[in-house]
């Protein structure tokens, strides 16, 4: 198991005055930093992979879809769009040395239709993701779909449904995350449902029910850690957190008050939680 922290919680752009915290995740014990990919180019990328390679810190990627790169839309221009977005995605990561990116990016986050996904949708997705996942195995990059709640979007909002779109999707570069905030709001018990999907699931993010600090809220972690132990999951396990810092950020995932005492306690406490909770399910 490897863990990471998101830098979400401080930036959706890392630049110079974010490598500090580099050597911060370092001390404090991570493998890795998972790094947002909104915009950049390569030599930007370059300058950030020089930086986690000084700190020894290997990488995980996140990124996005915008309605203007929409790999849902009847509009073949729209998803042409996001087809290249993912492109750009794939290789700012293998730039970065990442080995996996993650993130939602199957539709627009916060953009609903008044009803849930149609067949059409879930084909049109899955041919863009295809095309992405083929670019992916090149880069030697694994794409780890996100499933949300059903409140940030209707695309994909269960761990049954997006196993579902992973076969769909039938590509080895194409596999699914596993979220413990949107598996809090819509799954009915943890330990089933990784059971069910564990064949599919890249990647982790251990977000506690309220975005705070892992560990502080009631998300079944005995439960969720005991199941992807059993399960024999070997990957990364990356907190993800959001505050009130990044004003877009907080508006789009609906923090309006503060989670936590500050950013330090989320990641020092937050890795000491998950490597207790692993720990202990050796036992």
Known sequence: MKTGMNLLLWTTHVTQEHFPLFGKLKKAGFDGAELPLFGGDAAHYKTIRKQLD???LACTTVTTMTPDHNPISPDAGLRRAAVERMKWAIEM????????????????????????????????AADVLRQAAEEARKAKV?????????????????????????????HPNFR???????????????????????????????????????????VAWDETFTALRKAGYDGWMVIESFGRALPDLAA?????RDLFPSA?????QGIKFIKEKWAATAK
């Open 264 to 268: 330090e306690e989320v990641y020092t």
């Open 142 to 170: 694994m794409l780890a779909i996100e499933y949300l709640n059903r409140f940030e979007c209707y695309f994909l909002t269960t761990a049954a449904d997006c196993k579902a779109f992973v076969k769909q999707v039938d």
């Open 54 to 56: 000084d700190n020894g």
């Open 93 to 124: 990561t293998a730039i970065l040395g990442g080995e996996n990116l993650c993130g939602p990016y199957h539709s627009p986050l916060g953009v609903f239709s008044g009803e849930g996904p149609t067949a059409d949708e879930k084909k049109r």
């Open 252 to 256: 789009a995932t609906k923090v309006w």
């Open 176 to 218: 699914m995350m596993y979220d413990t905030f949107h598996a809090n709001i819509e799954e009915k018990h943890a330990a089933p449902v990784i059971a069910s999907v564990i064949d599919s699931v890249a990647h982790v993010h251990i977000s506690e029910n309220d975005r705070g600090t892992p560990g502080t809220g009631h």
